[in-house]
């Protein structure tokens, strides 16, 4: 399963799946390099950066903000 990273706090990480309720994952569980925005997934007790999930998904969003700053030129 994987998560997506929404912020980053004190407190740990708001982890949001593709359903369901988000929740807080402690730093502890937080694999260095995680950051916000980041696709991640929970290997051995902690959150890994899936780096090909990320990097589509910052794909996606930069095609869609690209298409909405289209719509207001036409």
């Known amino acids: 399963m994987f998560y997506f990273v929404d912020r980053i706090t ?5 982890l949001e799946p593709p359903e369901g309720p988000s929740f807080t994952a402690p730093p502890e569980q937080l694999a260095p390099g995680v950051r916000e925005g980041d696709v991640v997934r929970l290997r ?8 090909g999930q990320t990097q589509a998904r910052r794909a996606r969003i930069a095609a869609l903000l690209g298409r909405l700053g289209q719509k207001g030129k036409e």
Do not use: I, M, Q
């Not at 004190?10 to 708001?14: D, L, S, W």
């Not at 051995?44 to 780096?51: F, I, M, P, R, V």
């Open 10 to 14: 004190p407190t740990g990480a708001v």
């Open 44 to 51: 051995g007790g902690l959150y890994h950066t899936d780096t």
